[in-house]
DNA sequence: GCCTCCTATGTAACAGATTACATAATATTT
DNA sequence: AAATATTATGTAATCTGTTACATAGGAGGC
C-alpha cells in the first residue's frame, strides 16, 4: 500500500508538498498540485489517518452510547447526532452497551484511549461521580436522559410537564381511574414522568391508588404483564398511562386479548411516539419527543465542547407535544 | 495527558519496558511490573491507541455497514456480529448509510484510510464491479444481501425455498388467491423471494396472475397501500404474501380498517420474524432469519479474512423456518 | 576460571502523516 | 540596483507506542 512518501518520490516533490495538497493548502502552485494528484490517482493512494490523528491528536470521531441502537426511540436521535456530525466532518461511533457497565466502561475506553474525541450518552449506567470524573476530562454530552449536577452537559425534555399532560388529556376525557405502568430504575425520565402523573391526579383531586401503579421492564411482554395484573384487580382501571410505548402497546395486546375494547373500556397513553405507535391497531395517544431535535443539539453541543468554545455545561430542554390518537379517542 | 514516557521516568524504566508491560509480555520481572503499574495508576495513565495502532498497522475495529442501524430486523444481526467481535477483542462500528451510495463510499473510506481492519455490508448498495475491487483489496464479508460472483464472501439464507414454504402454507391452508408484495430493487432476496412464490403457485398448478403482485418499498404506510389496491381488484385476494414483515404488518392494518378479518377473510404472511411480529395483534406468520447467527458467522468469515486465514471467498447459507402465528390461522 | 546461555532491560528505528522553520526563487518597493 | 516582501518548496522534528537489536549481569557447564 503506497505512502506519502512513494507519492512524493512519483510526483517529483517533498512529502510536505504532498501534505500540502492533501490538505488544501494554497500555498501550491496549480502546476505542482496537479503533478501531485495525478501521482495520487496512479498509486491509488489513501492517506492513513492514524498517522494524521496521531500527529493531530483528533480523530474526527465521536462516540454515541445507548442501552440499544435499534431501539425505535434512538433510532431518530441517532440520525440527528449523524446528520450534524456529517456536516461538520465527524464520523459517528454507534455503540451497544446494553445497560451493561462493563460494555459501557469497554466503549468510554475508545474515548480515553483517544481513538475518539467526545462522547454523547443515552441513559447510560454510570454513576454520578464516574460521570463528574468523564465529564472533567473528555467532552460529553447527555442526551435524554442524564443526571443533574455531574458538570456534564445535558440535551433533554421536561418529563414532568409531557407526564402532567398526558395524564391529563386522560382526565379531560372523563376518566378517574388511571393506572401508571412505569419502570423500577433510577432514570430521571421514569422518576419525573411518575411525579407528573401523581400531580395531574392531584390537581383533579382524584386520590393517588397505590394498586393502580404497576412495573414493567420497557418489554412488550412486561406491558402484557403489568395490564393482566390491573385487569385482575376488584376495581379495574378505565385508562392507563405507560411511561414507553412498547409497554403501552403490550398492555394493549393484553387488553384486547381479554376482550376489553381500547379506548372504550380502556383509554392508553404511551410516550415516545416510536414509530410503531402510529401502526398499531389502534394507533396508540403517546407524547412525542423532538427526537432528532435533541440528536441536532446533542452533537451541536458536544463539537462546541471539542473544539473548546464551551467550558460551562449547557442544561437544554426541547418543546414536546401530545400526540392523540385513536387509543384514547374513538373517531 | 500522560504518555509512555512520563510513565518509564517515574517507574525508573525505559518506555519499552513499560510497554511489555502494556502487552504483558512475559520478559519483565514481578518487581518491576509493579512498579510500572504503580507509575500508570498514579499517571492515570491510558495508552493513546492512535501510536500503537500506527506502529501494528491494525485498529482491531471493523465496520457494519447497514441502510439503517434501527432496523428491528438487522438488531439481531449486529448483536450476533458485536458477540464474536468482542470476544475476539475487536470492536465494530455501526454505520447507517441510508441506502446512499454516497455515505456508503464515505464509510468505506474509514476502511481505506486504515481506520478499519474489514467490513461487513448488509443490503449493500454497490455495484458488483466495485464491489469486487473492494474485496480484492479489503477483508469485506456480505450479510444477508449478497451479490454473486465478486470474490467477496457472504452469509445468508436461501431466500428461494423460504418463499417456496411461506406459500405453501398458505396452498395448504386451501387458499389458491395469493396476493404478492414486493418491492422494486435488485436485492437478491427480492429475486428470490418473487421466484420461490412464483414456483410454490406453479407446483399448486394455481395460475400466476400479474395482477396480484403489488409493489412497496419496504415502508408500513406503502404495505398499506398496496393491501388497498389489492382490495380494489374485481377478484379480491385471500391471501397475501409480504416479503418483509413491515410491510405485512401495514397491509394487515389496511385490510382491517377496509373491514376485512385476518386471518379470516385474508390471511397474511411476512418475512423477517422481527420482534414486533409477533407483538402484533394478529401475531403474524412470518420466515425466521437466524437473524443471530447470521451475525455471528458473518464476523467469524471476517475475522478469518483480516487475519489471513482465508483466501477464497466462502458461500454460506443458514436454515430459515416458517413461525406460525394467528394472521394465517386462527386458534 | 572461562565460556555459553538466559533473563531483564535499554536504545533507537519505525509506523505515516503534519508542520515549524529554513531556504530558494521571484516579485515588489524604494 | 539594492532591499524587502512574497511565494513555493524542502528538511527535519514531532505525535505515541512497538519492537528488533544490543547489552549487562547472573546462572550453569566444563
Redesign the interface.
Known amino acids: 500500500m503506497a505512502n506519502i512518501r512513494e507519492v512524493a518520490k512519483r510526483a517529483g516533490v517533498s512529502v510536505a508538498t504532498v501534505s500540502r495538497v492533501l490538505n488544501n493548502s494554497d500555498l501550491v502552485s496549480e502546476e505542482t498540485r496537479e503533478r501531485v494528484l495525478k501521482a495520487i490517482k496512479e498509486l491509488n493512494y ?6 494524521r ?2 500527529r493531530r ?1 483528533k ?1 474526527k470521531m465521536v462516540l454515541a452510547l445507548m442501552p ?5 426511540f ?2 431518530r436521535v ?2 440527528g447526532i ?1 446528520d450534524v456530525a ?1 456536516k461538520n466532518g465527524y ?1 459517528v ?4 452497551t446494553d445497560s451493561d457497565p462493563e460494555r459501557e466502561k ?2 468510554l ?2 474515548l ?4 475518539a474525541d467526545g462522547v454523547i450518552l443515552m441513559a447510560s449506567v454510570m454513576g454520578k461521580d464516574e460521570l463528574t470524573l468523564l465529564a472533567k476530562n473528555y467532552p460529553v454530552v447527555q442526551c435524554c436522559e442524564y443526571i443533574e449536577g455531574a458538570g456534564a452537559s445535558y440535551v433533554s425534555i421536561d418529563n414532568f410537564s409531557a407526564a402532567y399532560k398526558a395524564v391529563k388529556h386522560l382526565i379531560n376525557l372523563g376518566l378517574r381511574r388511571i393506572a401508571l405502568i412505569t419502570c423500577k430504575n433510577d432514570f430521571i425520565s421514569t422518576r419525573q414522568r411518575e411525579t407528573g402523573y401523581r400531580k395531574a391526579l392531584e390537581d383533579a383531586n382524584i386520590e393517588f391508588d397505590e394498586n393502580l401503579i404497576k412495573y414493567g421492564d420497557y418489554s ?1 411482554k412486561s406491558g402484557m404483564r403489568a395490564a393482566r395484573q390491573l385487569l385482575s384487580l376488584e376495581e379495574k382501571p378505565t385508562a392507563i398511562f405507560a411511561i414507553s410505548d412498547i409497554m403501552a ?2 398492555a ?2 393484553a387488553l ?1 386479548e381479554e376482550g376489553f375494547k381500547v379506548p372504550e373500556d380502556v383509554a392508553v397513553v404511551g410516550f415516545d411516539d416510536i ?2 405507535a402510529s ?3 389502534p394507533a396508540l395517544t403517546t407524547v412525542s419527543q423532538p427526537k432528532y431535535d435533541l440528536g441536532c443539539i446533542a452533537m451541536e453541543v458536544l463539537l462546541k465542547h471539542i473544539e473548546g468554545e464551551l467550558e460551562d455545561p449547557q442544561r437544554i430542554f426541547l418543546e414536546h407535544e401530545l400526540v392523540i390518537r385513536e387509543s384514547t379517542v374513538k373517531y
Chains 1, 2 share one sequence.
Request: proline share 4%; hydrophobic share 40%.
Open positions: 489513501h492517506p492513513n489517518l492514524l498517522g490523528n496521531l491528536l480523530t440499544n441502537v435499534s431501539n425505535p434512538y433510532a441517532v440520525k449523524e456529517h464520523n461511533m454507534l455503540c451497544n469497554a466503549y475506553d475508545l480515553k484511549n483517544k481513538l412488550f402497546i403490550g394493549i395486546k384486547k414509530s410503531f401502526m398499531y391497531d
